[in-house]
Every structure is written in structure tokens, then in C-alpha cells.
């Protein structure tokens, strides 16, 4: 069963509000913290901490990696996946 696949990303991402936040406000979309600290109204060093995190796991990555500012985030596959599995669990 694919969740049983993805079940330690999973409860990763739902043992924080703010992981869970940013994946769905990223959704399909190319995100830079600021923008999702903005529009969630979230402090931008927990938005960070959530990436950072979410990145570890590759759920989500950098499509500018060699920005040292105003880095871009998108989902990768995987967290496509995890995030269609989380929006059907709604």
C-alpha cells in the first residue's frame, strides 16, 4: 500500500504544524520562504527550520541551490506524492 510507503515522511510531516503548512503551500507551486512566511503569517525562521527539514527527507527541493539568497522551493516527486496521500486523508 503506497502510504505504508510513505509513513515515517508522513508522521514527520504531521508532528509539525509548520512542515504540514509549508507542504501544502508550496503544493505545485515554486515558493521562496519569505513567500510562504507572508502568506501564512508564519515567522520566516520556522519556515526555514520546516524546509530545512522537509529537505533533509527530499521531500521538497532547491531549484536554485546556488543562491545564497532567495532560495526556490518546490515539491520533489516523492512530496508530490506525500502530498496527494495528506490531501485525500482531509
Given at each position: 500500500m503506497i502510504i505504508?510507503?510513505?509513513a515515517e515522511e508522513?508522521?514527520?510531516i504531521k508532528?509539525?504544524?509548520?512542515?504540514?503548512i509549508v507542504i501544502f503551500e508550496?503544493?505545485?507551486?515554486?515558493k521562496m520562504p519569505k513567500e510562504i512566511s507572508k502568506s501564512r503569517n508564519i515567522h520566516l525562521s520556522e519556515v526555514?527550520?520546516?524546509l530545512k527539514g522537509l529537505r533533509e527527507k527530499k521531500i521538497v527541493e532547491v531549484?536554485?541551490?546556488d543562491a545564497k539568497k532567495s532560495r526556490i522551493y518546490q515539491l520533489t516527486p516523492k512530496g508530490k506524492k506525500i502530498?496527494?496521500?495528506?490531501n485525500s486523508n482531509k
Open positions: 505504508k510507503q510513505y508522513i508522521a514527520f508532528s509539525s504544524k509548520y512542515r504540514e508550496i503544493n505545485d507551486k515554486f526555514s527550520r520546516a531549484i536554485n541551490p502530498l496527494d496521500i495528506l
